[in-house]
């Protein structure tokens, strides 16, 4: 996957830190208003607790994403000027931030598109809709604010739904013994179940079992995988699988992942069954 479509938070200014707001919660040890650094950002940018996130109640921080939104406002759209040296540039950073990192997670999903070898039929779209967002993302933040990211979305779904339909088109009839709607999974028991295929966007697999699961070439965008157990399970092919997913989950060494992907440390701490 390109770098730029991966968080670098050395480039950054702290900004999903500063401008996001968060409550507290299983995922968060305190509330926080957006605009409000949080307050275990450092002066250089940095998180001070960084190694210690889950340990310290901030596990909510070690499953975001930014795609690559947080380097590209700081360095290209504010040209490295940070919001505490420039303080009347804050509010417009700020409010900038989430309509950029939505903008950057459809170039994440349209590249990964683009080189699949199942949607060349329709690469010439993938390559015109990056081009049109990436520029999209190069303009100046007076415009950047002004994105109708809806609209955008809407265009850009029906060509992930296409690449969905074409990963997926061997098992496009195939029928799965999953109870209840598909798009909500919380708790379900699907230990070894053959999920190959499955479209399962948006779906809601919160503590879901799917130990031993085969879960290759699954359209797996937007599904809400906190602490689903993944160990030992197959998601090999799957795709629009991020890695902020994959850190929300749990699993082991055993669990198979995409290549672009990583087992998150915590996992690591877990022998295989």
């Given at each position: ?28 040890a305190?509330?926080?208003?957006g ?76 590249t ?24 999209l ?47 909500d ?15 399962l ?50 699993g ?22």
């Amino acid at each position: 996957m390109n770098s730029s479509l991966q968080a670098d938070c050395a480039r950054c200014f702290g900004l999903c830190c500063v401008a996001l707001p968060y409550a507290i919660s299983a995922d968060f040890a305190v509330d926080k208003d957006g605009g409000t650094p949080c307050r275990n950002l450092q002066d250089d940018f940095r998180c001070g607790i960084h190694q210690h996130l889950r340990d310290k109640g901030f596990k909510g921080c070690t499953v975001y994403e930014c795609f690559g939104a947080g380097q590209k406002v700081s360095r290209n759209t504010f040209s490295g000027m940070d919001w505490k040296t420039h303080p009347g540039l804050a509010k417009d950073m700020f409010d900038i931030f989430p309509i950029m990192q939505q903008l950057q997670e459809m170039l994440y999903y349209l590249t990964e598109a683009v080189n699949l070898n199942e949607t060349k039929a329709i690469h010439q779209a993938l390559e015109v809709a990056i081009d049109e967002i990436e520029k999209l993302t190069q303009r100046r933040a007076s415009e950047i604010k002004q994105t109708n990211v809806s609209d955008i979305r809407m265009k850009i779904n029906e060509l992930l739904i296409r690449t969905s339909e074409l990963v997926r088109a061997e098992f496009i009839h195939k029928k799965y013994q999953i109870k209840g709607k598909a798009s909500d999974l919380i708790g379900a028991k699907l230990q070894k179940a053959d999920l190959r295929g499955a479209k399962l966007r948006g779906a809601l697999l919160i503590a879901a079992d799917l130990k031993n699961a085969d879960l290759r070439k699954c359209d797996l965008i937007g599904a809400d995988l906190r602490d689903a157990d993944l160990s030992g399970a197959d998601l090999r092919g799957s795709i629009f699988l991020t890695q902020a997913q994959v850190n929300s989950a749990k699993g082991n060494a055993d669990t198979k992942l995409p290549v672009s992907l990583n087992h998150p440390n915590h996992w690591l701490k877990v022998k295989a069954k």
